[in-house]
């Protein structure tokens, strides 16, 4: 299913749900045992208040991705770790406001409580939830790149109860082992759907013409087995659109990839909200960057490149000076890549903590790019990539942000194949793009702060 325009496995819902009533529960139990009526309204809502705070501390140690999260040590690793961050804010929080506070201990005595709940209730949910009864198993149509690709990410997540259980071989003459096995040809279809108890057939033929079995699908999908293509099946388990064969039809034909005037009018409204009131929030941060990079090095506070915005039309960005005047002395753009020597020492921590991007939000007042979409790339580089990935131009259809899916999803990119990664992700965005899935992408985006992914 989609929440927020992004895919939610039904595994990863059930573990948050019941962990919200676990919390919740585990909090009120405590205040009932430290005599403090839970039943009250008024108390009702520190409870939740706390619930949220614990979730979103979970959320942001990774707890809900179960491809992650699949050993016993890792989950107590990352539980400690949120436990301890949670601990830190409702500290903090009630030290503040003493007023939000439900009673004196509770919360330690609902942290031991909550803890030992949640790591029984994962440790029953591994052992039921993987079980051969509860996964689903999946037959590839074709033994190509792409469908072996579409194997390895089904066989590398936990988070789907996808199982694959082989190939149908597009080339009857093909031979040689795999695993998963080819099982058999196009004509096979229907026995080894009865034979493994298929339930999902995914067709990952890369040349359609004249080798389709149509007649083998037509039959598996009437006696109730689902057949669906390889870009559908990759996109849900990536969040990602399989450009490496995708045909231009799919995209004509898929849904998605039409953004409404109502969606265009809010979004442009959130961006001059969020701008505004990052400029003034920010403005001591901003005050103190600009001072350190005039302290550090010879040069100017900020550093202005062109960037290429919507539809292709070239605009001038506007970012902290984080290298040296002379980075890119013989005239040619170069990739910013890991440990870079021209990045200066108030530069490394301007990228790390993206302070070097606050005065991006005046190209967002001014209408040049918005807080959420795709990265602006120069025209050097566009130039390049256009002539060496598909469909790459497509990413210039919505204006360029701050932050985007690329950037919470994937590292700092510095090559022609981490452009084309990230394309995969800009295209997802793009054919999902919505204010629900924006909001949720700034959400993200504050861990990728924290956290320092992506940053170089």
């Known amino acids: 299913m989609q929440l927020f325009n992004r895919y939610v496995s039904p595994r990863g819902l059930t573990v948050f749900g019941c962990e919200i009533m676990l919390i919740f529960g585990s909090v009120a139990v405590a205040a009932r045992a430290h005599g403090i009526n839970a039943d009250v309204s008024g108390e009702l809502w520190k409870i939740a208040l706390v619930t949220g705070l614990c979730q979103i501390c979970f959320y942001y140690n990774d707890l809900y991705d179960l491809t992650i999260v699949h050993s016993s040590r890792e989950l107590l690793i990352r539980l400690l770790q949120a436990a301890g961050a949670a601990s830190i804010i409702i500290a903090l929080l009630y030290l503040l406001m003493p007023s939000l506070a439900i009673g004196n201990g509770i919360f330690v005595s609902s942290l031991i409580l909550f803890l030992g709940a949640i790591v029984a209730w994962r440790l029953l949910f591994n052992r039921f939830a993987y079980g051969r009864t509860l996964e689903e198993r999946v037959l590839i149509v074709g033994t190509g790149t792409t469908a ?5 990410e089904i066989q590398a997540q936990h988070d789907f109860g996808y199982r694959v259980v082989g190939f149908v071989n597009d080339v009857p003459s093909s031979s040689g082992h795999s695993n998963p096995p080819a099982l058999g040809t196009s004509e096979d279809i229907s026995r080894l759907v009865r034979d493994h108890e298929v339930s999902r057939i995914v067709v990952g033929l890369s040349d359609r013409r004249g080798r389709l079995p149509i007649a083998e699908l037509l039959q598996a999908k009437l006696t109730g087995t689902r057949v669906e293509d390889v870009a559908t099946i990759y996109e849900r388990l990536t969040g990602k659109i399989l450009i490496d064969d995708l045909k231009p039809s799919w995209l004509i034909f898929s849904d998605g990839f039409v953004v409404s005037r109502g969606t265009r009018f809010v979004k442009r409204a959130l ?33 202005c490149q062109e960037r290429v915005g919507e539809h292709g039309q070239v605009f001038t960005v506007y970012k902290f000076r ?19 020597e021209r990045v200066t020492r108030v530069g490394r921590i301007i990228r790390l903590t993206r302070l070097d991007e606050l005065p991006q939000l005046w190209n967002v007042l001014c209408g040049d790019m918005s807080f959420v979409g795709p990265r602006p790339e120069r025209p050097f580089f566009v130039e390049q990539l ?12 919505v204006k360029p942000g701050l932050t985007g899916w690329a950037q919470v999803k994937y590292q700092y990119g510095s090559s022609v194949e981490d452009a084309m990664e990230k394309l995969r992700y800009d295209l997802y965005y793009i054919k999902h793009l919505s204010i629900a899935f924006d909001l949720s992408i700034v959400f993200d985006t504050v861990k990728v702060i924290l956290f320092g992914k992506g940053a170089r």
């Open 148 to 152: 072996r690709m579409v194997a390895r």
């Open 271 to 303: 961006d001059l909200v969020f701008a505004g009131v990052g400029f003034v929030l920010a403005a001591p941060l901003t005050v103190l960057t600009a001072l350190a990079v005039y302290l550090d090095s010879d040069g100017p506070i900020l550093y």
């Open 322 to 340: 984080s290298m040296r005047v002379d980075a890119e002395e013989p005239g040619t753009p170069v990739w910013a890549c890991s440990g870079d």
């Open 386 to 397: 256009e002539r060496e990935i598909p469909f790459y131009q497509q990413r210039h259809s």
